[in-house]
Each structure stands twice: as C-alpha cells, then as structure tokens.
C-alpha cells in the first residue's frame, strides 16, 4: 500500500510571517487563499515584483522594525512604535536616534553580551 503525499498547506499570515512582509500590504490573491510549502519555497527562492518591492520599502511588520533598528520588539513598544514601518520611516528614526532608541539598543546590546557570555560558560564547563 502506497501512501500518497499530500501538499502541506499554511494560512496566508503564516506565509507573511515566514516570508518577513506585512500581511496586510500584501496582493489581496495572497491574502484570500491558502499558500503550499511549494509555493512558499517559489516565493522565497524567485520573489516576485510585489515581494521584492514590500521588503524593501515596507511596510515592514515588527519582527522586521525591531530587527533593522536593533533593538527588541518590547523595545518598540515601549518608544510607542506600535504600527507597521516603511523602510523610509525606519531610516528617519535611524538618523533622528532618539533617546528611546538609543536606550533600548544598549539593553539589546545588554541582552546579547549577557547571552554570549552564559553560552561561553555553557561550553567551558
């Protein structure tokens, strides 16, 4: 008896968060249906213009912010970042670095360190 293989599918937020785009700023034919693990893995080795376009000019979700401004999706929250930015909005508060920012990328920076250094002692003992 042969099993036949059947195509895994995901939720079109799902596809969004793995393909790190805006759900919502996504092609309303992405958002109606559901998306293959084939089809995900066509998006992710040949993007198409939409993809393209939405990661490098956003909106970008939190995950994606957070990441670009090196600091801790709580951090964002706690600058009163709360919505979806443009890579355009990203790169203003880069260059504006305000206090909030500046403070939550040394606790990120904080964070890190204190990871490292609990993983060296990890492997030395």
Known sequence: MTSQKSSQTMKPATAAKKLGVYLEATPAEF???????????????????????????????????????????GGLARGGITEPLTTEQIDALKAEEPDWLRHERATQAEVRREAARLKARETEG
């Open 31 to 73: 958002r109606a249906g559901v998306v293959s693990r084939d089809e995900l893995n066509a998006l992710q080795t040949d993007p198409p213009e939409w993809l393209r376009e939405l990661r490098r000019t956003g909106p970008h979700p939190r995950p994606v912010v957070a990441a670009k401004l090196g600091v801790s999706i």
